[in-house]
């Protein structure tokens, strides 16, 4: 207990310094605790749009199940009976296992198919074939509604089956409600009589109950009472059982990715059962099977992109930590050294050290997972990068893993916190006063030469990171096709802290090297401040490099960020091409389809000189141009499946034609794709009609070069001729990279090929054929006026690609939304703590260095004066640290933020990858350190105004 008073007292000595350690520990518990609960939130979230977006696009409701057995005459009827009830209860208790809301279960039992014979021939034509299935499905009577007759019977009436039957029913079967039918060859020729006694339709179109919602799957069957059908027809009473099923709908929209673990193995089992069960068995049909069997590569990719992200921040969280350990410790190594001397041995004194901190730990381990739930929240609300908007707040709770990760942090925040007291215990008082007078010692990191070893390391994986992005996309692989290392994450740090380190070890060599140009010229507050920046380098290498790490930390994430929101926007819009793509039907006078059951009709003959392609009606274009908010609009043919011939060569290319003009001011191009701008090549073709533009993979496929001439065209048509003007990497919607999955371990993957030419030589060369018209709107145009106008003249579309409505799907993807929220998050903490840090230093620096100032005002040196002293001191070693801090973010992210497409699909990603900078971003990090050297320049000269000459001369005697 006197240990612990004795602990507590000390940390209230120091309690400023203990309040910044505990306010780390807690920064890094909550950012831990965090991601657990971030990523499981944004999970859920990305798992209920991709099952909203299914059932949006399939128009099936993801949260359905299905199956069904067909039975053999090998199985005796009580056979059978006991094996659909087992199956029924087997039913029953999967569905419940999925532990998710049961909306619909139905059981769907059916006969085989009876001839029937009318048992008054003069009320309907005897001459008709019918035939007919019995069935019955559980719960019927409160899905559907009457239109005609009467609900049946549930027992025969005078020994006749009353059933319901479909409106398409009547039609298929020609009779009317009342004719009653005699079943034809039922076993034992026992007869079975029944009666259609009323026509139904569903009561609701929105109604889950339906498995599928076209009831003319009914239109030969007749449907009775389903518990007379299970005491008639399920035990073989009276006909045999053919067939049943099992369905069951339940609300997928609480789903988390516990239940999606769940969900597969209760799909396993259930489809494991069945097959062993039936024969006939084809499969458990669940819309949402094939997109949650695969969500753990989604999930996993998602954790790895988020702890990529995060590993700067918790680099930077642990050398906060460390530097104010650091700092307690050197207040204290006096009394360590004391302790030492009276007989305390090491164990004794970090055991000391270990309470305090567990103390601190306990704290920051019940603040942690609240604050990191908050920062969940936060993120949640992230539009963008350093973009907040209102929004759905994300659906997440402190779970069992952010605990775990909670007391990670807490032990390895812990396990920080003792290195320096770990090492202040090595020396004894002696050596402590013996350490204390060689200030000026090389720091470890610069004797073990740190910088270099971490730089060699940082260029060696950067080295190999690319030689896998080479492979990806050269070979068609996908992102999945290839193991990521985790040290993809750890080395941008690493290679910044090097950067630092190494820059640190020069920056003495600069300051000696000012101090030497102007030590005739400097004045005295001046040339004080270089001798202490100078001569004590080692003093403030720490700051400068926490400094530099945090900064550089929040540029690079910055940067990630940036190039990640910039490249997949680019890559959208490159892939459309323009803001609005749309493609109209062509009147032609091919003939039209034939009806189901029709024989195709005769061809027509051919007139003379024509061949037998199909001809088509070119209809105006003014109408495009003239749709609201559209700026400029451009015709451009597209065909995919085009061919070419050179010399010996020949393949399939993408075949362009375009409007030079038109094309040049409605296409979308990113600058610096090209040697030249896009124009620029348009204008080369602009002369010639039968001039065109072709594919680097082309030209070196072919040996192609300008002036040369090529023959193109498709199926159909006449090859023509062509002359090369021009040789491109790049052009809207091409992609020169092979597609994902086109290679094999033998052969080489083929390279797309694209030839762009004038619309006007293929069309009166090869064929008229129809175009796509690309659209440029105005920035203020208004997507939904467009539509209503598209709608309003009727234009029957074939295609139509929204770009911008693409853009806001992508910008409010969930995968998107967690980087954006991760980095703001990195961003932030690099800033608060940096500030945090640097405030803390510079205060207890000015504490220790109370008698020297007091020397130098008793000197005659003026307050003015000192704060000059403390202004060039600021700017010599915080301002150049946080300099030296952008240029290693800049540099790091140049080299490494391009490693990032690796976790995506390098084969899509056109145009390349392009890290981008934001000079907001710069601005934003510039005010922040402004305002932080003016608080601490305040709050300093505030201290520093407060001491008088006789106070730091006694300090100095004491």
């Given at each position: 207990m006197a240990l612990l008073v004795m602990i507590v007292r000390k940390m209230v000595k120091t309690k400023w310094l203990e309040l910044s350690l505990l306010l780390g520990l807690i920064l890094s518990v909550g950012l831990m605790s965090s991601l657990p609960i971030y990523t499981d939130a944004i999970l859920q979230r990305m798992l209920f749009?991709?099952?909203?977006?299914?059932?949006?696009?399939?128009?099936?409701?993801?949260?359905?199940?299905?199956?069904?057995?067909?039975?053999?005459?090998?199985?005796?009827?009580?056979?059978?009976a006991d094996m659909i009830r087992q199956t029924d209860e087997f039913w029953t208790n999967r569905l419940k296992e999925l532990k998710l809301p049961l909306l619909q279960q139905v059981r769907e039992r059916r006969t085989d198919s009876y001839g029937l014979v009318p048992v008054q021939p003069d009320k309907v034509d005897a001459s008709v074939n019918r035939g007919a299935y019995i069935g019955a499905l559980e719960g019927m009577e409160g899905h559907v509604k009457l239109i005609d007759g009467r609900m049946p019977a549930k027992e025969p009436v005078n020994g006749v089956y009353e059933a319901l039957v479909v409106d398409k029913a009547l039609t298929s079967l020609k009779m009317v409600l009342g004719n009653e039918f005699l079943l034809e060859k039922t076993p034992g020729d026992k007869p079975v009589k029944i009666v259609p006694v009323g026509v139904i339709d569903r009561k609701s179109e929105q109604d889950l109950y339906w498995y599928n919602p076209d009831l003319s799957i009914f239109d030969r069957t007749f449907l009775i009472d389903f518990d007379l059908f299970e005491k008639e027809i399920s035990t073989g009473k009276t006909l045999p059982l053919r067939s049943s099923s099992w369905y069951g709908v339940y609300d997928y929209t609480p789903m988390d990715m516990a239940s999606v673990a769940n969900y597969k193995s209760v799909y396993d089992r259930t489809e494991s059962y069945f097959r062993n069960w039936s024969t006939n068995f084809t499969s458990l049909k669940a819309p949402a099977h094939k997109l949650l069997a695969d969500y753990h590569l989604k999930e996993e990719r998602l954790r790895t992109m988020l702890w990529s992200l995060v590993v700067p921040v918790v680099i930077v969280l642990a050398f906060y930590l460390y530097m104010v350990s650091n700092l307690i410790i050197e207040r204290q190594k006096t009394e360590i050294a004391v302790l030492r001397s009276r007989g305390a041995s090491r164990l004794q004194i970090l055991a000391g050290y270990a309470i305090e901190g567990l103390l601190l730990?306990?704290?920051?381990f019940a603040a942690g997972p609240p604050a990191g739930l908050l920062l969940t929240k936060v993120l949640g609300a992230s539009d963008g990068f350093l973009s907040f908007v209102q929004r759905a707040s994300l659906n997440a709770s402190i779970n069992a893993a952010s605990l775990r990760y909670a007391a990670y942090a807490v032990a390895c925040s812990i396990g920080m916190t003792l290195i320096p007291a770990f090492l202040a215990t090595r020396a004894s008082i002696v050596d402590q006063k013996r350490q204390s007078a060689r200030q000026h010692k090389p720091l470890i990191w610069h004797r073990l030469f740190l910088d270099v070893i971490l730089i060699a390391v940082s260029i060696y994986e950067l080295r190999s990171f690319r030689g896998r992005l080479e492979d990806l996309t050269l070979n068609g692989l996908e992102a999945t096709d290839i193991r990521i290392d985790p040290l993809l994450f750890l080395v941008p740090s690493l290679f910044m802290l090097g950067a630092g380190l190494l820059l640190l070890r020069v920056y003495p060599y600069f300051i000696r090297l000012v101090y030497w140009l102007g030590r005739r010229f400097w004045p005295p507050y001046l040339y004080a401040t270089l001798i202490q920046v100078g001569r004590s380098g080692s003093q403030y290498q720490f700051l400068m490099l926490f400094l530099i790490l945090t900064i550089a930390t929040g540029m690079f994430g910055a940067s990630a960020a940036r190039t990640i929101n910039r490249n997949t926007e680019d890559q959208i819009r490159y892939a459309s091409g323009a803001d609005f793509v749309l493609q109209v039907k062509w009147p032609d006078n091919a003939p039209p389809p034939p009806s189901p059951g029709e024989a195709p009709p005769p061809p027509a003959p051919l007139e003379a000189g024509r061949s037998g392609k199909i001809q088509y009606i070119e209809p105006p274009f003014q109408p495009f141009t003239e749709l609201p908010g559209v700026k400029q609009a451009a015709k451009v043919f597209i065909r995919q499946d085009a061919s070419y011939s050179f010399d010996k060569e020949k393949g399939s290319i993408k075949l362009m034609g375009i409007d030079t003009d038109e094309f040049g001011r409605t296409a979308w191009m990113r600058d610096g794709l090209l040697g030249h701008h896009l124009n620029d090549y348009l204008n080369l073709i602009a002369s010639d009609p039968s001039a065109v533009l072709v594919s680097r993979t082309l030209a070196d496929e072919a040996g192609l070069k300008p002036g040369d001439t090529i023959f193109a065209g498709w199926n159909g048509t006449e090859y023509k001729a062509f002359s090369v003007y021009g040789v491109i990497d790049y052009f809207p919607?091409?992609?020169?990279?092979?597609?994902?999955?086109?290679?094999?371990?033998?052969?080489k993957p083929a390279l797309p090929k694209l030839v762009v030419g004038h619309l006007s030589y293929i069309q009166n060369h090869l064929a008229?054929?129809?175009?796509?018209?690309w659209l440029k709107l105005e920035p203020d145009a208004s997507r939904e006026k467009l539509y209503a106008a598209i709608q309003e003249q009727k234009m029957e579309l074939t295609k139509l690609t929204d770009t911008r409505q693409k853009l806001t799907t992508a910008k409010n993807d969930p995968f998107q939304l967690a980087i954006n929220g991760v980095m703001t998050l990195g961003f932030l903490l690099a800033a608060a703590i940096s500030f945090c840090g640097f405030l803390l230093y510079w205060v207890l620096s000015l504490q220790g260095r109370l008698l020297q100032f007091g020397i130098m005002r008793a000197m005659g040196i003026t307050f003015r004066q000192l704060i000059g002293m403390l202004t060039a001191e600021q700017l010599l070693t915080s301002a150049a640290a946080v300099l030296m801090g952008l240029a290693a973010g800049q540099i790091g992210s140049r080299l490494f933020v391009p490693l990032f497409q690796i976790t995506f699909n390098?084969?899509?990603?056109?145009?390349?990858?392009?890290?981008?900078?934001?000079?907001?971003d710069t601005l934003q990090l510039t005010v922040v350190v402004?305002?932080?050297?003016?608080l601490g320049l305040a709050i300093l000269g505030s201290l520093l105004s407060r001491v008088k000459i006789h106070q730091a001369v006694k300090l100095g005697e004491d």
């Open positions: 749009k991709d099952l909203q977006n299914m059932q949006t696009d399939s128009g099936s409701y993801p949260g359905t199940w299905f199956t069904s057995v067909t039975l053999t005459d090998d199985t005796k009827p009580q056979e059978k730990g306990i704290i920051a919607t091409f992609n020169p990279n092979p597609p994902p999955g086109s290679t094999t371990s033998k052969t008229l054929e129809p175009y796509e018209v390098p084969q899509t990603q056109v145009p390349p990858f392009r890290v981008a900078f934001d000079p907001r402004v305002v932080m050297i003016v």
